[in-house]
């Protein structure tokens, strides 16, 4: 079974409560084996960390565990106590032949659930062997298992290999982000106002003063949504961007952590942006490049447009450069404004390569960074920004104080 | 809801100690906090070199004593050895018991949740300049990203310098951002470190005399600022290097007593010149006045056929091969010089409204050995019949790198092509000293 959704949309709290539920309602008769398709990066240790999960849950010894030198010996036995629960309690130390010579032990039948987070990383696994092998004991109902997976992708199970895929039950969930600002609202209202039944339930003989505030916390709440229009503001730029409740949350910590028992003053969201979320782009680093590093950056970004092709090197950036700041200083000479410096053509090589550090070039084949055994100035290399994402930062006064002068030359080419 | 996270004189003192800070701090301090309180599994910092990620993070966490483990990852060669040190200093800091080695993110995993499974305290991974990480992959910081999550008390902080978005593929965790320093903020910054005036006759330094320091340090850096440092030095540390360097020349003349330390204009138009040079701004091993010299005189002592050969080299990697007719047959001797009007566009298709390239800068195009040794065969001023010696020299121009081999195929390969590999200012040197025009042959 699949869960299919976006990130922050609660696959894994969904997951994990219904799992919670499982263990109260039925302790005891059931593993879970937890894997992430970031941590377990190949199916070899995968397998090891399934291993290792059932050996804790079972309460193995660890030097019951086979050497991991053997794949196909771990697999096997792997599978042989899948396939066997009847014998589920008893691997011996050769791991490898599961202990037939013992039918004193318990015959409990023990189910496990595995958990793969970000499932389309696993189908990424060379031939799969993995999954096959999971699906397999599933359908063929060797073993009581369940094998749930979590992801991102929707066309994960396109992904699958034929073999894989026949054997998967095509049973998914999706998750959606919340259609309506109203219901994104009530999520984010869950996560910040305080539980009444918990806090009666929880805090035994809380007094009547801690009551009080936190209902008046909670009608603040109410109370911010519905008249305070920054707030709205707020929470209506933050459902458009990404409907993710993790960034209104974040957007949360700044305010709660500097305000006070004293209710209801509370939180006010007159904060410009949220500062603690992550920045748009690359570009908002452009305030902290030198002149002379942004001026190349303009020329190379010219030359995008003026040449018609999407690389260039340093010395036509350079001499775009050259071009753009003595055709400044003729201009400003009349004017009387100090000119721009030019820079000599070593220090403009530093700065070219300090913009290629911060990524704002790419070399423009593979493996060019190093040169290919052409000089540094030769190397061709890709701008990663637009001309007119550049004008506009600087128009908007994001790239730095008394640098609108520059937006001239995003605009004319 | 705690009244106030951390002691007003904790964040004071920390104020101080790193000056222009206070959003950056407070925002640390809402997110690290002190031990009852909670941190997010992960945070991210950014911001450009010298904007004082590290070292406010260091020493914030030294300060409210948080227990840390500190990992450098620009010095880990590999992911194995990176896992490994993460795994030693968690374990070492958080005190738990050393049971053998991590080698990856999954293991890794393991090891971390059960060294800190009884912790009672918060623990902070820091995974410094993590964007300079060899073999690193989204999958790894992805990885990375998740162990606070699986560990309910460990938090990781990511500090890198230019932010990627999508770095740890979450849910995006908080980031704060390093603003770089205006250049109110550097000056501010830079008067904590007020240098002497060297040489001064007076014997005791009262608090008239820093105060008169400060002023002319004060002033000298807005003018290093305006005139160096706001176009190619911006960050703190560069910036610190170029007014260390140039304060002691600077201030000589009041060191003499020449000058009075109010009289800053005509001090800086005595030192008009300083300003203008960008020695102080390219790092150069060899002291400033010797490298002049030595860049001229810094030529390969090249036989004779070796320079014509470099020569027809570069002819061959910046000419079209269209126009080698117009310039080397010798019939057409005197139409050498004669240029086509404005058909001669170059060898990629372009549209007559772009701007035509200068072939120069293209940089040099491949060529085959063939093309090459015709080019030599026509610019030599006499006959000379093609030897092995010739060849050898071509070999030994390869192997000082000043040609290079532009295709994947074997040497001996007759479809192999050439590059140049020197500048033009170095090729018109070689040519000088054998006595060619080289200008006479290089298409416009």
């Known amino acids: ?413 | 809801m705690n009244d106030d996270i951390l002691p007003a004189e904790l964040l004071t003192t920390l104020n101080e100690q790193f000056p222009c800070r206070a959003p950056q701090i407070r925002r640390l301090a809402a997110l690290i906090g002190t031990d009852e309180a909670p941190s997010p599994p992960a945070i991210v910092l950014h911001g450009l070199e010298a904007t004082g990620k590290t070292a406010i993070v260091r020493t914030f966490l030294d300060t409210v004593e948080a227990s840390y483990t500190w990992i450098a990852c620009h010095e880990c060669v590999t992911v194995r050895q990176l896992m490994e040190r993460i795994s030693a200093g968690v374990t070492e800091n958080a005190g738990g018991i050393d049971t053998g080695r991590a080698g990856d993110v999954c293991a890794l995993g393991v090891r971390l949740s059960g060294a800190l499974s009884g912790a009672e305290r918060k623990h902070f991974l820091v995974l410094d300049r993590v964007d300079r990480t060899r073999e690193g992959s989204s999958v790894l910081f992805a990885a990375l990203g998740r162990l606070g999550e699986m560990i309910p008390s460990l938090t990781v902080i990511f500090i890198l310098s230019v932010p990627k978005p999508r770095l740890l593929s979450s849910a995006e965790p908080p980031h704060i951002h390093f603003a770089p320093y205006t250049k109110e903020e550097s000056i501010k910054i830079l008067s904590k470190y007020v240098r002497r005036i060297p040489f001064q006759d007076i014997e005791e330094y009262t608090e008239e005399d820093a105060k008169e320091e400060l002023y002319v340090w004060q002033k000298f850096c807005g003018t290093v600022w305006d005139s160096l440092a706001k176009g190619t030095a911006r960050n703190v540390v560069q910036f610190r290097a170029i007014v260390d360097e140039m304060w002691e020349p600077f201030v000589k003349p009041i060191a003499e007593g020449k000058y009075g330390t109010r009289n800053y204009s005509s001090l800086y138009l005595l030192h008009k010149d300083m300003f203008r040079r960008e020695t102080s701004v390219i790092d150069m091993v060899v002291p400033a006045g010797a490298a002049g010299e030595k860049a001229a005189t810094n030529m390969h002592d090249l036989p004779y056929y070796s320079k014509f050969l470099l020569c027809a080299a570069y002819l061959a990697s910046y000419n079209p091969a269209r126009q080698d007719a117009t310039f080397f047959m010798k019939s057409n001797d005197f139409g050498r010089k004669k240029r086509r009007g404005g058909g001669t566009t170059g060898p990629t298709k372009r549209t007559s409204k772009n701007r035509k390239i200068h072939r120069r800068l293209l940089g040099p195009q491949a060529f085959p050995l063939e093309r090459l040794q015709a080019i030599f065969a026509a610019i030599l001023p006499h006959r000379i019949s093609s030897s092995a010696d010739i060849q050898m020299q071509i070999a030994t121009l390869t192997s000082l790198r000043l040609l290079t081999k532009a295709s994947a195929t074997d040497v001996l390969e007759a479809s192999t092509k050439w590059r140049v590999n020197a500048g033009w200012d170095y090729i018109r040197h070689v040519a000088r000293s054998v006595k060619f025009d080289i200008e006479d042959f290089v298409a416009e």
């Not at chain 1, 519905?226 to 949360?252: E, G, M, T, V, W």
């Not at chain 1, 721009?340 to 084949?365: N, T």
């Not at chain 1, 960074?369 to 190397?379: L, N, T």
Request: net charge negative.
């Open chain 1, 1 to 413: 079974m699949l869960i299919i959704g976006a990130r922050g949309t609660g696959k894994t709290t969904l997951l994990e409560s219904a799992i919670s539920d499982l263990t109260e309602e039925h302790k005891g008769e059931f593993l879970t084996v937890r894997l992430n398709g970031f941590f377990q990066t190949d199916d070899k240790i995968a397998l090891r960390e399934i291993w290792r999960q059932l050996g804790v849950e079972m309460e193995l010894d660890e030097k019951d565990q086979p050497k991991t030198t053997n794949f196909a010996d771990t697999l096997s036995s792997i599978l042989a106590i899948l396939s066997h629960p009847d014998e589920l309690r008893a691997p011996d130390e050769e791991g490898a032949e599961p202990a037939e010579e013992d039918p004193s032990s318990t015959t409990t039948t023990l189910s496990v659930i595995f958990i793969l987070e970000e499932f389309d990383l696993f189908a990424t696994h060379p031939r799969q062997t993995l999954l096959y092998n999971l699906f397999d004991i599933a359908q063929s109902r060797k073993a009581p298992i369940a094998v749930i997976g979590t992801t991102t992708r929707i066309d994960v199970v396109e992904s699958l290999e034929k073999r894989v895929k026949s054997r998967f039950s095509h049973r998914t969930v999706h998750l959606k982000n919340p259609p309506t600002l109203k219901g994104f609202w009530e999520i984010c209202k869950e996560g910040l106002s305080v539980d009444m039944d918990e806090v009666d339930s929880e805090i035994n003989g809380s007094s009547d003063e801690d009551r009080r505030c936190f209902e008046s916390w909670n009608s603040h709440l109410e109370n911010l949504y519905k008249n305070d229009k920054q707030f709205q503001r707020h929470l209506r730029r933050i459902y458009a961007q990404n409907k993710d409740p993790k960034s209104f949350f974040n957007s949360c910590i700044l305010p709660l952590s500097s305000s006070t028992t004293s209710f209801p003053t509370g939180p006010s969201f007159s904060l410009p942006t949220n500062q603690l979320g992550e920045p748009d782009s690359i570009l908002s680093i452009l305030d902290g490049l030198t002149d002379l590093e942004l001026t190349l950056l303009i020329a190379a970004a010219r030359l995008d447009i003026i040449s018609d092709t999407d690389t260039c090197n340093f010395q036509m950036a350079y001499s775009e450069y050259t071009a753009l700041t003595s055709s400044l200083k003729v201009a400003s000479s009349a004017t009387g404004v100090t000119a721009g410096r030019l820079w000599s053509k070593e220090v403009a090589l530093g700065a070219w390569e300090r913009l290629a550090e911060y990524e704002l070039l790419v070399p423009a084949v593979i493996g060019g960074g190093s040169g290919g055994g052409v000089s540094r100035e030769g190397r061709m290399w890709r701008v990663e920004v637009g001309l007119a994402e550049i004008g506009k930062c600087l128009e908007m006064g994001r790239a730095g104080i008394g640098r609108a002068g520059l937006g001239k030359w995003c605009k004319e080419v």
